[in-house]
């Protein structure tokens, strides 16, 4: 049996002809990726609420108004209420998973504080949420031509606007999104 080439640490693109409403024209920064299927958090989906407002919640106190301005992102459909933290540098935080040689998702309070009071990674991503997809459901997807893969890229993650990462993302392929197919084809 051939052995599975784990896509984390890659973006994954909707294709333009993805119709789910959730997924439609996403990219998803895949954090883990086994045989026993995928964990992901959707990069390009802002929701309303903002770090203040997670921060209120969690009684976590911050008077750093340009952190408190950022807008949460919907990382996926399952665990909407649970908090997902991308970040880099790694860091020693309470609960981290290590996903590249400078980037790692923690899901603890800890690097909420030091987020909040400013000591905390020099780049963060917070998420409500994940994608996941249970063995062999993401490769599935991918043969349909659901998806387009590309090895991540921290300026996609971290330094662009959620509303423009899509259209970078396809860049990075080095097509014109415009003229994606949704026909697949096999040698």
């Given at each position: ?82 908090g997902f933290i991308l970040h880099s540098p790694l860091g020693n ?20 504080a030091a987020i909040a009071n400013q000591q905390g990674p020099d ?62 084809g096999h040698a």
């Amino acid at each position: 049996m051939k052995p599975m080439n784990s896509l984390a640490n890659h973006l994954l693109i909707a294709m333009p002809t993805l119709q789910d409403t959730f997924f439609s024209r996403s990219v998803t920064y895949i954090c883990e990726h086994t045989e026993e299927g995928a964990l992901g958090i959707m990069l390009n989906q802002p929701l309303e609420a903002t770090y203040h407002e997670l921060f209120d919640h969690l009684k976590i106190s911050s008077t750093n108004q340009e952190v408190l301005d950022n807008a949460l992102l919907a990382g996926g459909p399952v665990d909407k209420e649970r908090g997902f933290i991308l970040h880099s540098p790694l860091g020693n935080w309470d609960s981290s998973m290590t996903i590249s040689d400078d980037i790692a998702l923690s899901t603890s309070e800890d690097i909420l504080a030091a987020i909040a009071n400013q000591q905390g990674p020099d780049e963060t991503l917070i998420a409500l949420g994940y994608s996941g997809w249970d063995k062999g459901q993401l490769e599935h997807e991918i043969q349909e031509n659901s998806w387009l893969i590309v090895p991540a890229n921290k300026d996609i993650i971290f330094h662009t606007k959620p509303q423009q990462r899509w259209q970078k993302a396809t860049q990075l392929l080095g097509i014109d999104w415009t003229q994606l197919s949704e026909q697949s084809g096999h040698a």
